[in-house]
């Protein structure tokens, strides 16, 4: 056995390996000392580290499948065992079979770490990289793939779209290892973002341009699309290297590096010149985002170099780019603040062309506001003439506010005080304290000269401010007054002082000497301090009684308020004030100016630090950690008890154990903190003999907690075990865990199976699941879980089988379900192995599971092949359970699935289930018909569900052959509903009807969710059906049913003559205006064709209007039509006014918008001029009618 006696932990380390250097030097056998008994960590660490100093490979494996993770960390710090001599040993094949089955998943993820740092051989490196990525350690499997080859790199960024996020999603100081200076590696790794995203990559790249600014920017210049939006720039240094010596580059294409170049570095290295050159090349295309980015503040930073002409310079540059357009007419132009760049004679000169144009852009009656862009004079004679016809209160008090952001100095600002005394004195209290606000934004009232602070004064005096009795202004006006009379050296006002002896405000008073300079703040200060300490001093030779005490107080909280506020501290507080606070220490103890600093805690760190200075100071420190127990929930000095574990187990670590005994062992209250702290210091320095004898004495006896009974220390002590004997190392008995895993227990073990499941090695992890495998449900349900992270494939599925077949608990039945799909979910190339088993568990389903298991076996989460087994399974068992409520629920769910999903159902199964359903169907009516008894809201939702997959399968064709089968399916099923039979009473006849109505509109509404190819087929389809309709009905009763199928078939050949266009990012303007004037040219021969034949009824206009709408927003979505469907409708419009019939008129003015903007969209207007160019007095009447409700008249619109 080997002792230390160093007097700290750096003297026993050394010691430690001392002896180990001694023993290597002096050829001691390993031989013989291996098989010695180890009586502490210090033996079997002297062993591993002469072990690494003799390169003995067999025993640091043998180490490494221990499963301590002190003995493997140490092994794993042997570098020796990473090199190319022992690359047989160490690899991912040998190791995962013959290492890792013994290691805690903790200790598997150290070990890949370490060889992380250490394996540079790129091979080897590929291989460990596959392993991690298969095995869900994506972190260190990053560490790996630094240091493969280039070309592996690039196949693996070309390969996984979730690989390329990864990559994506690391920071900048990973990508210098992983791209290195490889330009190559740069180019692909950017070639991973969108074109417009693209300078995050080249920030995060930046450090290639130390290794080669030109291919820097080149690969730069040739891979970024900036979007409008670019927030991405790139740093200081880089910016300032690129203006210096590649201002060439800037300046041939300036739209890009203008905007990803900091901006401090484009206004040191650019001359005005540059300046307007920037500013042409980043204007945005459209005025529409020249306003909507705020151009002149995004880019201030360029025409701020722009000194002479610069708003002329803006003005010709915008007119440019966008001609015809408006610029400082422009509401925006005000709006945005692009005044900012005129100087203050064009801002004049804009504002008063703005008033005499009378164009009122900024609101009815609302011109007054441009008096602040003018001279104050000139504004100040103006507004005095508005002011006097201006009856709205209101809209005078804010021309008033105008004014004060005229006035540009005290001799304007006097001369307005002076005339808002005279001639506003009488506006209501909160007008004038606005007014006196806006003042005090704009100028400094500390600074006035006597004229101004004369003229404020008599606000003061309206306002009230200096009066002595009720005041209701705000109290801010009172300390402004405080100040400017104490820094002008003026005699206070009686108001002023009863004011600050009964109610001051110090953080208000605060604010307000934050304007001042350091010596007028002083002289507040000093007045106010003598103020109150000549008040205190009153008392000084009075009798101390209770009266005095409550009179002093006052005075007393207002030097603290004070001292606090000006950064004072208790030392500046006065004698005789700490002597009448002394009498009252209740009251002023809890002041933040008299608190008392946090007292020093001693920390882990404090611990460990004299831990390698002196350990005896520990045990010194033992009371100051017994009161850190007390005042923290979480006192945390693990670090240090491992410390003293391993190198001080023969002193210090017994002294620290038996404090943690005492703790729990004294007879007064027990805090649960305490027993926390207790528990968790016993099981990191006992030895197992002293936990097991621990864990023993508190073993609860029963497994339900009485707490009307049970004594509240040992329940606490409890449960801290329950807590904290995870933590112990090595790990303790099984048998003494299982003492505490049960019944009302069983939630303060929690943490204990989380832990368990990390830390401990994989054998002991299978021996505790299956320990807890065979107890009682609520703690079996726990097992489960834990047998799905650390149990083979093969075991766990003879787990699940048995514990599937043994339980009928639903909870449980529920927990075993979903941990076998999250898994398989979540596997990769092995998930056949588990789903068979889950296909077997589903079919023995009975009514009693959960609703959730059958939502999880339905659900979209498996791979389609799985997928399509489990639904077809969900129905075979569904389908067989008794027709209750919540069981015909389970059946509408899967049939609801079923036509989601028919694209990857087989035909047949879908055909069996319609088959029997038409068999069924038809004779449930007629029963219902004859008993009189309706079925549930459940029975009849799943007839719906089935009617539904009907008209799913029917209309989803795949081929001609597939048509025939459809056409025959169809045939029978209309015939069924359309029967006059005789026998057929009137009510089943209308049920019948409008079944079938509902079929053919649901066949309508989910052809389109098919393929372009398919169309064709789709409306041979709907042909036949119309054709039956019309053969069996007669016209008044399915005349909408009728526009429906034909404009269905209409839209569809639409599209499959432009399916080109289908799936394109962005459909330009004039492509969607051939679709939707194709749309009107059939609309339009389907009209005449129905005029021909007197089938056209003005009537039915809105429902027609309806239906059209309908199928245009069909041929929007499904074309992903990005403009606006106003847009849409007005194109429509104009395509059928070419068919000059009254009918189509009429039809127009019902689709056209109540209300669109003319100037927006050329078509509104062409389709408003037409129409009132129509001599036909019922349709201008109309058009008329339906713009009166609009913004924009008919004569507006058309320009007269």
Known sequence: MIILTGSNLGERQRELNEKVKEAADNYVDFNQIKDITEESDVDKLFKIDLASKYVNIEYIIEVLKSGDS??????????????????????????????????????????????????????????????????????????????????????????????????????????????????????????????????????????????????????????????????????????????????????????????????????????????????????????????????????KFILDKIQDGKFEFVKQIFTTKYPGEEFETHLNFYQKQFHKIMTTEEKETWALQQIASESEILGIGKDYNWYKFVSFEKAFQEIKKLVLVTPDYIKRADMMLILV??????????KLLKHYYERHANEQKYIKENFLDRVMQNFNVFEFNDECWSAWNKIFHNLEVYSTTDYSSKSEYKIIALIYHIINQKDIPEAITTHINSEMQFYALKLNTDKLKKEEVEMVFKYLFEFYMTEIRKFEN??????????????????????????????????????????????????????????????????????????????????????????????????????????????????????????????????????????????????????????????PTEAVINHSEIDEKLLRIQQAICSHACYSRPPVPLESVLMYIKGDYVHFCLPMFHSYLANLPLPLCIEFVEAILNTPVS??????????????????????????????????????????????????????????????????????????????????????????????????????????????????????????????????????????????????????????????????????????????YIINIKDINDLGKKIELAKHILNKCLRTQESETRQNRQNLLKTCMILVNNMECKSYNQDFARYENVNIMMQFVLKTLQDSLPIEEIYMEIWELRLGMLVRNIMMAHKKLKGQEQIDKDAIKVIVTAFAKELSNLIKELIDAGLYFNSFLSDIESKIVSKLKTIKINFD????????????????????????????????????????????????????????????????????????????????
């Open 779 to 952: 703690i079996q349900k726990h097992g489960i879980r834990l047998a799905f992270e650390c149990f083979n494939d093969e075991s766990l599925n003879a787990l699940v089988l048995r514990a599937w077949r043994k339980t009928k608990n639903i909870s449980l039945r529920l927990i075993i379900f979903k941990a076998i799909h999250y898994k398989i979910c979540k596997m990769g190339n092995t998930q056949h192995i588990l789903f068979d088993t889950l296909k077997t568990i589903a079919l023995s389903l009975g009514q009693d599971d959960d609703d959730e298991l059958f939502r999880l076996l339905i659900s979209r989460q498996l791979p389609e092949p799985m997928m399509l087994e489990c639904i077809e399974i969900a129905w075979k068992v569904v389908s067989q359970f008794p027709p209750k409520q919540a069981n015909l629920a389970r059946m509408r769910m899967v049939i609801l699935c079923m036509s989601n999903n028919i694209n990857i159902i087989r035909s047949d199964s879908i055909r069996s289930i319609i088959d029997t359903f038409m068999s069924t169907v038809f004779k449930q009516e007629e029963e219902e018909e004859g008993n009189g008894k309706k079925q549930n809201a459940e029975a009849v939702a799943l007839i719906d569900a089935k009617w539904d997959l009907t008209a799913t």
């Open 542 to 699: 009075v009798p101390y009684n209770d009266d005095v005490k409550y009179r002093l107080r006052r005075y007393i909280h207002f030097i603290l308020d004070l001292l606090d506020q000006y950064d004072k501290t208790k030392q500046d507080c006065p004698e005789l004030v700490n002597q009448f606070m002394k009498k009252d220490w209740d009251e002023f103890s809890c002041h933040r100016l008299l608190r008392e600093p946090k007292k020093y805690q001693v920390s882990k760190v404090d611990l460990l630090r004299d831990l390698k200075k002196d350990a005896k100071l520990l045990v010194e420190y033992l009371p100051e950690v017994k009161k850190n127990i007390d005042n923290s929930f979480k006192y945390d000095i693990s670090t240090v008890l491992k410390k003293l574990k391993i190198y001080f187990s023969n002193d210090i670590a017994k002294d620290y154990l038996k404090f943690f005994n005492e703790i729990l062992s004294k007879e007064d209250q027990l805090w649960l903190k305490e027993a926390h702290a207790a528990a968790h210091g016993i099981f990191q320095l006992g030895d197992e003999s002293f936990k097991i004898d621990f864990m023993l004495k508190y073993a």
């Open 70 to 299: 002190l003995y493997i960390s140490r092994a794993l710090k042997s570098g020796w065992l990473y090199g190319e001599d022992f690359a047989k040993v160490v690899n991912p094949n040998n190791l995962h079979k013959n290492v890792m089955p013994f290691m805690s998943s903790k200790m598997k993820k150290k070990l890949l770490t370490a060889i992380s740092m250490h394996v540079r051989n790129e091979t080897r490196a590929a291989e460990f990289y596959k392993y991690c990525i298969d095995n869900k350690y994506t972190s260190i499997a990053l560490k790996f793939l630094n240091f493969t080859s280039d070309s592996f790199k690039l196949e693996m960024l070309k390969a996984n779209s979730k690989r390329k996020q990864m990559i994506i999603d690391c920071g900048s100081e990973y990508l210098k290892n992983f791209v290195g200076h490889s330009f190559t590696l740069a180019e692909a790794y950017v070639a991973l973002f969108p074109e417009g995203n693209r300078m995050q990559a080249f920030r995060g790249l930046s450090y290639l341009y130390t290794v080669s600014d030109v291919k820097y920017l080149d690969l730069l210049e040739k891979s970024v699309v900036l979007s409008p939006y670019n927030n991405t720039i790139l740093g200081l240094r880089i910016s300032k290297s690129i203006m210096k010596q590649h201002k060439d580059r800037v300046l041939s294409k300036p739209s890009l590096y203008v905007r990803i170049i900091h901006k401090t570095a484009i206004v040191k290295y650019s001359t005005a010149e540059d300046a307007k050159i920037y500013a042409v090349s980043v204007l945005p295309e459209n005025v529409e985002s020249f306003w909507n980015q705020n151009y002149c503040s995004k880019y």
């Open 405 to 414: 952001d005229s006035a540009k100095c005290q001799l304007d600002l006097a």
């Open 1121 to 1200: 039509i990005k403009i606006r469907f106003m847009n849409m409708i007005n194109t429509l419009c104009l395509g059928l006014m070419s068919f000059s019939i009254p009918e189509m008129y009429l039809l127009v003015l019902n689709l056209l918008p109540d209300s669109c903007n003319p100037e927006q969209d050329e078509d509104y207007k062409a389709v408003v001029t037409k129409l009132y160019n129509v001599e036909n007095k019922e349709i201008r009447c109309n058009l008329y009618r339906k713009l009166n409700k609009s913004e924009y008249k008919v004569l507006d619109v058309i320009g007269q």
